[in-house]
């Protein structure tokens, strides 16, 4: 999978219009469309990015991998978590260090 492909993914996990994340980065929104579509990329922008998405690995998002799409175009990193997944995640973990406790 490519950059932009990528890119696409990790814009749409949190917005539903590009216009939205152009405004969020203060960038003028063809800026952005350019980027999105293959123009290469800043490191001004790849620092909004990293900024904007902490929960992206930066290690998947710049490689170009063929062998990062695997079965059906699913990507074999799942570099975006959303809210809810965070949120059950830490629960589990914190059950979990919950049930390593000693027992008073």
């Given at each position: ?13 949190k ?76 629960e ?13």
């Amino acid at each position: 999978m490519e950059f932009e492909e990528k890119l696409k993914q990790l814009i749409k996990s949190k917005y539903s219009k590009l216009g939205d994340l152009a405004k969020k980065l203060d960038m003028n929104y063809s800026q952005l469309s350019q980027y999105v579509n293959g123009k290469k990329v800043s490191i001004d922008f790849l620092h909004k990015i990293i900024q904007e998405f902490p929960e992206a690995d930066l290690n998947w998002l710049l490689r170009d991998d063929p062998e990062d799409v695997v079965n059906e175009g699913e990507p074999r990193y799942k570099p975006v978590l959303n809210n809810t997944q965070i949120i059950s995640k830490i629960e589990v973990l914190l059950d979990d260090l919950k049930n390593q406790m000693p027992q008073k």
